[in-house]
């Protein structure tokens, strides 16, 4: 520990003021957490944005929409089942508003499961 705040120091002497000034905020954001991480205080859930459907919206514009409103959500576990709707679109030539309509949903059903969480 002694090692670890003789470097500090002399890092910190060697910046200058702007640097300082960012590391000095960074420790403040890394004490502030550890507090709040003390505290188990829960985390705040975020509403969606609110991106209205517009009118002929094709389905990758509708993805890049619902990612932007649901912008909280770990887009990974969505992944699979956007992909297989895209499939479903492009491959199968499934209707462009049923599969936005079904990505809303997918949307949706994932962020009732991040409010849940």
């Excluded at 890394?30 to 509403?47: F, N, T």
């Excluded at 990758?60 to 699979?80: H, K």
């Excluded at 499939?87 to 991040?114: N, T």
Aim: net charge negative; glycine share 2%.
């Amino acid at each position: 520990m002694a090692n670890d705040r003789k470097r500090l120091v002399s890092l910190f002497d060697e910046m200058d003021e702007a640097a300082r000034v960012s590391l000095l905020d960074f420790a403040e954001y890394l004490y502030q957490r550890g507090r709040v991480a003390q505290q188990s205080v829960e985390p705040i859930k975020h509403e969606p944005l609110d991106h209205p459907r517009p009118r002929n919206e094709n389905v990758i514009n509708a993805i890049r929409r619902l990612r932007a409103s649901y912008f909280m959500l770990n887009t990974d576990p969505l992944l699979n089942e956007t992909s297989s709707l895209m499939a479903q679109f492009m491959l199968q030539g499934r209707d462009a508003e049923a599969v936005i309509d079904d990505l809303e949903a997918v949307f949706a059903k994932h962020y009732d499961s991040y409010l849940q969480s």
